[in-house]
């Protein structure tokens, strides 16, 4: 077989995770893992030289540093991946995407900014007539999530309404928040503030985020939890849907607490990017917030936590109602130090760069829920211990 080189942008949390799985599973002869701040992708390799070695596996690791700002650079470090990961914050996906297109090379990233996206599939011809593929919101959600809702609407032959129930919880929630950050704190204040697009009556609608909520119950350790819209979950999926869908909802989940407190910070302009004098200076609030929040929600201790995705579509199949249900929990990983978060969107990541090295997906700027085939995509998750349950109930009229 084939081994390919791989260039993961990033070393947190999830760029490390990523990396790790392409090493373990991707057919990779080389990983390079590239990141902003000195050390950082050293002490990456480091972390996945000391997993790898368990495993008795032998690839060929670099690391280096990395402004992707730095334009030249980031293209010079691109050319002759066989895939690349970009796992920096959303703003700067859109030039790496058309640096990849530049120099001819496949590319996804974690996503999770609706309008981000949608100006990178505006790039799809460029990059079909570059013979690349580029497949935008490859994380736990979007991404994970948006795979399973397409598995679960297309379980349904003729779909009329999906719901999904989406997050990432600390199996120890404690005040004030009741939750743990497990990736970037800016992906978690955009959630909150940013518009989330669903479908009503069979049009595309841009709702308020902390709205909407219900109460769910999930299996044992977690009970009864908050779900309410949370903005970037849903990504393209109702926009791409839309023809087909009449009701479309994404929501996140969340211990009770959270959402009281979180909404309490926002009602007080702490969610504003407005800038404010203090003193002589301008300040951003949001930026404020994220930088006392960080260290609060990161904690000193790592996060167990458990990543759920529930989705339901109901439809009809030959005039009689039916019900999709698809279930899936992951839990942290006590062997490796892995959180079920850093699982769940640096292996989706490193899922689809491999898809891409072998050149299973179809050229051009493609949205998730179109590119990656969900059959295929379950048995790689059921490849790394992260089974899928499904099922197709018949509904009967009360």
Known sequence: MTAYRYVVLGAGRQGTAAAYDLALRGNAKEVLILDAVPGRAQTAVRWIHSRLSRANVVVD??????????????????????????????EFNLDVTRAAIDIGVNLCDLGGHPETTSQQVELDAEARSGG????????QAPGMATTLMTLALRMVPTPETLEVWDGGLPLDPTPPLFYRLTFAIEGLTNEYDGPCYNLRNGELVALEALTEVQTV????????LDAFL?????ATFPKTFQPVLREFTSRVVRHPGHLAAIRLLKSLGLFSLEPVRVGNQLIVPRRVT?????PLLVGSEPVRDIVVVRVHCVGSDGGAGVRAEVDLMVHYDEELGLSAMQQCTGFDAAIVAAMLARGELKKGVSVREV???????VRELAARGMNVEHRLLQLHPV
């Open 132 to 139: 690349i593929t580029v497949v935008p919101d490859c994380g």
């Open 290 to 294: 994220e930088r006392l929040l960080e």
């Open 217 to 224: 119950d999930f299996p044992p350790p977690l009970g009864r």
């Open 230 to 234: 949370a903005s970037g979950t849903g």
């Open 61 to 90: 690791l670099a690391a280096g540093s990395l402004d992707v700002r730095d334009s030249e650079g980031l293209r010079d470090q691109l050319r002759g991946a066989d895939a690349v990961i970009s796992a920096v914050p959303y």
């Open 371 to 377: 590119s990656v085939d969900p059959h295929a995509y």
